[in-house]
């Protein structure tokens, strides 16, 4: 779906937001709002109007979030790392041009997205799972571009979608920093952690490393 560097906020896309990622906290579309520009008792009356007539979602009270009336209960771990990776997309979901939820159970990523003409991976790294992470980013990457090159599909994929896809790039969000330390993809852009409040903080991935070297 189109980011919101191309059209406005309203009522028909949050409710389209909720339906692309299956679920999405009150507190997430709260955010959401606040980061567009909206007062608080704006943004207030914009939930309720959703709770009270979404015809595509539902409000539940008791995980205090909206759900599609399509939405598939993933495994929880999956359920537990799209929720991450929702928290990033909204930090900067004003100047993205395009975003997507990714559906391959295969994939570390969760969402994909456009911004400033390069494509972008959202995946999230669990605590502790920083070596595993690394391995399973590097096959992802690896099945991609070897499906590229299978004979039946390069006759779909062109070269310069072989080289989007080489230039993809990964956001990944981490429950501490430290993990970042496991993983080594040339393709990270970004690495986040987020906060109690769910506040992200960003760190370039040459940043990392070079802090990384310096105190080993």
């Known amino acids: ?10 009522y028909q896309y949050t409710e389209d937001l909720i339906c692309e990622y299956g679920f999405i906290r009150e507190s997430q579309l709260i955010r959401l709002y606040e980061n567009m520009g909206f007062s608080a008792p704006k943004i207030k009356a914009e939930v309720n109007s959703i709770r009270v ?6 409000f539940d009270k008791s995980s205090k979030g909206f759900f599609s009336y399509r939405y598939e209960e993933p495994s929880p771990s999956r359920r537990i790392a799209m929720d991450r990776c929702i928290w990033v ?3 900067f979901i004003n100047r993205v041009e395009h975003h997507f939820s990714i559906s391959s159970n295969l994939s570390p990523s969760q969402i994909c997205l456009m911004l ?11 605590a502790d799972a920083g070596p595993y992470f690394d391995n399973q980013l590097r096959a992802a990457r690896l099945e991609l571009l070897y499906r ?19 230039a ?26 987020l906060d109690e409040e769910n506040v992200c903080t960003f760190y370039s991935a040459e940043e990392v490393y070079k802090a990384v070297n310096q105190n080993v």
């Open 168 to 193: 993809a790039r990964y956001i990944v969000v981490l429950e501490n920093i430290e993990s970042a330390r496991y993983i080594h993809s040339s393709q990270i852009a970004y690495f986040v952690t």
């Open 1 to 10: 779906m189109f980011g919101l560097i191309k059209e406005p906020l309203t």
């Open 116 to 126: 400033e003409d390069r494509s972008y991976e959202i995946a999230y790294c669990p």
């Open 89 to 91: 997309l909204l930090d």
């Open 53 to 58: 007539h979404g015809e595509k979602v539902y």
């Open 148 to 166: 590229a090159e299978f004979s039946y599909f390069s006759r779909i994929v062109e070269k310069d979608d072989k080289a989007f896809l080489e």
